[in-house]
């Protein structure tokens, strides 16, 4: 049992490592989007 529970230890590690990394991804992408809109919005004030 012992090896098994440790390949679903090591593969759900692997998997949350995983989602961390696309939810950073993501979170990095809308961030740039936002910086752009403000920009935008700013343009268009002066």
């Not at 995983?18 to 343009?43: M, T």
């Amino acid at each position: 049992m012992k090896p098994i529970l440790l390949n679903t230890g090591y593969f759900f590690y692997q998997f949350l490592s995983f989602c961390r990394y696309q939810v950073y991804r993501y979170q990095s992408w809308v961030n740039k989007g936002k910086i752009i809109d403000f920009s935008h919005l700013h343009g268009f004030q002066s």
